[in-house]
């Protein structure tokens, strides 16, 4: 079953916390967000439905490897986006920021794809 863009965010948001610390709970994802506990704890639920995530007895939360493959793609197409924003058409970083964050969920494969090759043409390389 495919993620929907929050599942998508909550993913990638795992992903990020995990780089700095190894104990990820629920309410660092909520804060980091800004959603509610309760938001995050139904949106933990379908993650760990999904396959995506492992949650411990003592509230730690974990990515699958499914889930890890997951928030690395989307990180990944995240920061391609963000890089040609910036880099290639001088949009200034929040903008692309933002602008990135959006265009990740909804970009085609073909135009990811093709993206990455420009992008990787130039001498880019993956953040990942």
């Known amino acids: 079953m495919p993620l929907y863009e929050s599942g998508e965010d909550y993913l990638e948001t795992i992903y990020l916390l995990s780089k700095k610390s190894d104990f990820i709970r629920s309410v660092d994802i909520?804060?980091?967000?800004?959603?509610?506990?309760?938001?995050?704890?139904?949106?933990?639920?379908?993650?760990?439905?999904?396959?995506?995530?492992?949650?411990?007895?003592?509230?730690?939360?974990?990515?699958?490897k499914a889930g890890m493959q997951k928030a690395k793609d989307i990180y990944s197409r995240h920061t391609l986006i963000m890089d040609f924003f910036a880099q290639e058409l001088g949009v200034n970083a929040v903008t692309a920021e933002k602008d990135a964050c959006r265009i990740e969920h909804v970009i085609s494969e073909e135009t990811y794809l093709r993206l990455r090759s420009y992008m990787e043409a130039r001498g880019y390389q993956t953040h990942i």
């Not at 909520?30 to 439905?49: D, F, G, P, Q």
């Not at 999904?50 to 990515?63: A, C, D, K, N, P």
């Open 30 to 64: 909520a804060n980091e967000l800004n959603y509610t506990k309760a938001s995050v704890s139904r949106a933990m639920k379908i993650l760990r439905n999904e396959g995506m995530i492992i949650m411990s007895e003592h509230g730690q939360i974990r990515l699958t």
